[in-house]
Structure formats: structure tokens, C-alpha cells
């Protein structure tokens, strides 16, 4: 079966320094991978998709960037944290972007102090 | 392109009775739509999912009704339990347009003793 792994779990940074949140999916390949932000009390906010390796596609101007280096390895990176960027990062995983259920994983919560 | 949203921020039921979270999409071209459950801190859960071809669809304990005519998309918890306890997603594609799934910014389900 397929699993979704998202690591930290919670994450408080200055601000100012660099930021690293990675996301591997298990039992697939060539899945769509996703990068969503949840602010409190608001939707999932898309912020990176990739289709492939070294495929990004960014739905936001923002102070982040996304790296896939390998098939089921998504990366979300920034070079200089903004107290902006905090908040509940979500890794997504679905075998297409428009026909099945996206399956996200467990949440990254980073408060930028 | 495709907004999805859900008509009450937070709906508050009795344990045991029925909930029905309601969700309104634009695009008539949608074709498949879904429900997630987030518990709070977590990752959204997939709970259930319906084609253009279906006007419901059931699961344990959990009916999804669609009507395309009005686009509106329903969720039914039937013996509502305080595990249901959660905020609820709607999601909807475009149709074979270039987006992929919209999200609703969710439903808070609140359950009274």
C-alpha cells in the first residue's frame, strides 16, 4: 500500500534562516506531489505541484521554492524565513490531478518567531 | 477556473443525531468530486468520493449526495459519534481543465453530548 511521509512535525524557526520540509511517498511511482499551506481558519492554499522529477510548477509568488530530486522525494525549501510564512504545511500525493483523491500527509506546523 | 465553497463555517449537532454539511461548486464541467475529515493537527483524511455519473454514493456510515443540476455536493454522517468531531473539506476538479482540485475551506462539525 502507498504511505505518505512528511517530516518535522513542528518546526519553530527565526526569522530570517533557511527552511527544509520533506515529503516521501512509498509504494507508487511517478506519483503527482503537492505542497499545500493551511493558515488558521482558512482553506489549503496550493503552493508547488510537480508531475515529475525536476518538474515544478509554482501556483504562488511567494519566499519559497519546491525541489523533487528523485521520484517520491518532494522538498520545500526557503533561503530567509518571513514571520508571513507560518503555518500548517501539508505534502499531497494522487496518481493524477483531476481524477482521483489527493492523499496528504500528517502536517508540518511552523511558526516563524 | 472552479471555486468550491461550504455553506456554514461551523455546524454543531447532538451525538447520535444526523449531520448534513453542505458544499456549493462553479463549474458545471466538474466531474468528480470528494470529501476529507481534518482532525485538528492532522493531515485531511480522505472520507468518500463521487463521479458526475452517480447522484449518491454511500460508505460506512457516511452518504455523499451530488446534484449537478444546482451543483451542490452533500455530506450525510448518519449516528453522529464525538469522533466525528472534525472539519470537513469539500473538493472538486475542472473537468478536464488545467486546474486540478479546488478545496472548500471547510465545515467545522461540532458534537454535543
Known amino acids: 500500500s502507498q504511505t505518505i511521509h512528511q517530516w518535522p512535525a513542528t518546526l519553530v524557526q527565526p526569522v530570517g534562516s533557511p527552511l527544509s520540509l520533506e515529503c516521501t511517498v512509498e509504494?507508487?511511482?511517478?506519483?503527482?506531489l503537492y505542497w499545500y499551506r493551511q493558515a488558521a481558519g482558512r482553506g489549503l492554499q496550493l503552493l508547488f505541484y510537480?508531475?515529475?522529477?525536476?518538474?515544478i510548477s509554482s501556483e504562488v509568488p511567494q519566499n519559497l521554492s519546491a525541489s523533487r530530486p528523485q521520484d517520491r522525494q518532494f522538498i520545500l525549501s526557503s533561503k530567509k524565513l518571513l514571520l508571513s510564512d507560518s503555518g500548517f504545511y501539508l505534502c499531497?500525493?494522487?496518481?493524477?490531478?483531476?481524477?482521483?483523491?489527493?492523499?496528504f500527509g500528517s502536517g508540518t506546523r511552523l511558526t516563524v518567531v | 477556473g472552479e471555486s468550491v465553497g461550504l455553506h456554514l463555517p461551523t455546524l454543531s449537532v447532538q451525538e447520535g443525531d444526523n449531520s448534513i454539511i453542505n458544499c456549493a461548486y462553479s463549474?458545471?464541467?466538474?466531474?468528480?468530486f470528494i470529501w476529507y475529515k481534518q482532525e485538528s493537527g492532522k493531515g485531511p483524511q480522505f472520507i468518500i468520493d463521487?463521479?458526475?455519473?452517480?447522484d449518491k454514493r454511500q460508505g460506512q456510515r457516511v452518504t455523499v449526495l451530488l446534484n449537478k443540476t444546482v451543483k451542490h455536493l452533500s455530506l450525510q454522517i448518519a449516528a453522529t459519534q464525538p469522533g466525528d468531531s472534525a472539519v470537513y473539506f469539500c473538493?472538486?476538479?475542472?473537468?478536464?481543465?488545467?486546474?486540478?482540485?479546488?478545496f472548500g475551506k471547510g465545515t467545522h462539525l461540532i458534537i454535543q453530548p
Open positions: 499531497a500525493w494522487s496518481v493524477d490531478r483531476w481524477n482521483y483523491g489527493y492523499t
Open positions: 463521487i463521479r458526475s455519473n452517480m
Open positions: 473538493a472538486a476538479n475542472s473537468g478536464g481543465g488545467a486546474d486540478g482540485l479546488t
Open positions: 509504494g507508487t511511482s511517478n506519483p503527482n
Open positions: 510537480s508531475v515529475g522529477i525536476g518538474q
Open positions: 463549474n458545471s464541467a466538474s466531474d468528480y
